[in-house]
């Protein structure tokens, strides 16, 4: 099968949801062809061999009236995770500042809870000017739902990309949160590009969802035409639902990255939180797999690589950051 396939993809034909199914479900050694497979497709479609780093920021933790069962920010569940008020545009400075000095060139300020109150919005337009005045970092910003107004004055203020992850598919979701639903998702992705921001998407892998829910993911993502798509590997917080949930192993993230790669040959696809746990010592292979992007610094509630570390790794592996 992954020979015909190679042939196809070789030709530039699409991979189809049939296809991406069987091959999410490869187990073993078998995966190891497939993600030698989704390397060269990677290579295809961006040959300058760059991995796109981002940052983010903490700024508003907790509190959050939404019952997402992986999440430690939700007043649903009992976890150790801190609680605070949205920083000041002058704190959101202080480590912009910092992000930037170590060469990180994207900043994303995220902030708990469904949507954002009409006063954090403020704080976080006047944080967007400020920062765009006293930086040169692209700006985005994880604020939950927004209408189509809030996205208009995020973008007029100098925002450039909104993130709004789906989470997981739609034949999942509802397992996975009952305070929302998977269209108002997509309805905030739709709001954020209508006022002509970049959109940064994906989900979370490894919450008991099947392979046939991974591929949907995917091919939901590809309908969306997201440009820089955000790879969550589960990492099981004690007091929430998925405390217990076993863990995705190493080799079906790699699978599930090629997988990926395969469906969506042109956008980023981004290395996010659990990738440490989840891949172990092959976090590696991820970018040989498809990956080409990558969260670095700490997470919103646990903590990340060390930026040096993580520097260090792609420059061994000969990639260069962008
Ligand atoms: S993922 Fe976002 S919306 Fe869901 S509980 Fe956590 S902070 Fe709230």
Redesign the pocket.
């Known amino acids: 099968m992954l020979k015909i396939l190679n042939n196809e993809i070789t030709a530039g034909l699409p991979v189809s949801e049939q296809d991406a199914l069987r091959l999410n479900e490869l187990a073993g050694t078998e995966i190891y062809e497939l993600v030698t497979l989704a390397g060269r497709v990677t290579r295809q479609s961006f040959s300058e061999n760059k991995v796109d780093l981002c940052s983010i920021i903490n700024a508003r933790s907790g509190h959050?009236s939404?019952?997402?069962a992986f999440?430690a920010?939700?007043a649903h569940h009992n976890t150790s995770a801190s609680n605070y008020p949205m920083y000041s545009p002058e704190e959101i400075l202080r480590s912009a500042v910092k992000v930037e000095e170590s060469g990180v060139r994207k900043f994303s300020m995220v902030t708990?809870?469904?949507g954002i109150a009409d006063s954090d919005l403020e704080k976080m337009l006047e944080t967007i000017v400020l920062l765009r005045r006293e930086t040169s970092l692209s700006l985005c910003a994880s604020l939950?739902i927004i209408n189509e107004k809030q996205a208009s004055m995020l973008a007029e203020a100098g925002l450039s990309t909104y993130h709004h992850n789906l989470e997981a598919a739609p034949g999942y979701f509802d397992k996975i949160?009952t305070t929302h639903t998977y269209q108002e998702r997509v309805q905030t992705i739709l709001n954020a590009r209508k006022a002509g921001l970049r959109v940064c998407a994906g989900g979370i892998l490894g919450l008991g969802e099947s392979p046939a829910h991974q591929v949907e993911l995917a091919f939901e993502l590809q309908k969306l035409q997201i440009d820089s798509v955000p790879l969550n590997f589960l990492n099981p917080i004690p007091g929430t639902p998925l405390q217990n949930q076993r863990a995705i192993t190493p080799l079906e993230i790699l699978r599930v990255i090629a997988v990926f790669r395969l469906v969506l040959p042109q956008s980023i696809l981004r290395l996010c939180g659990g990738r440490k746990e989840g891949l172990r010592r092959l976090q590696p292979l991820a970018f040989l797999a498809g990956a080409n992007g990558l969260m670095a610094g700490d997470y919103l509630t646990t903590s990340g690589e060390l930026m040096q570390e993580d520097l260090r790794m792609l420059q061994d592996m000969g990639l260069a950051v962008s």
Do not use: T, Y
């Open positions: 959050c939404e019952d997402c999440c920010q939700s708990s809870g469904r939950g949160c």
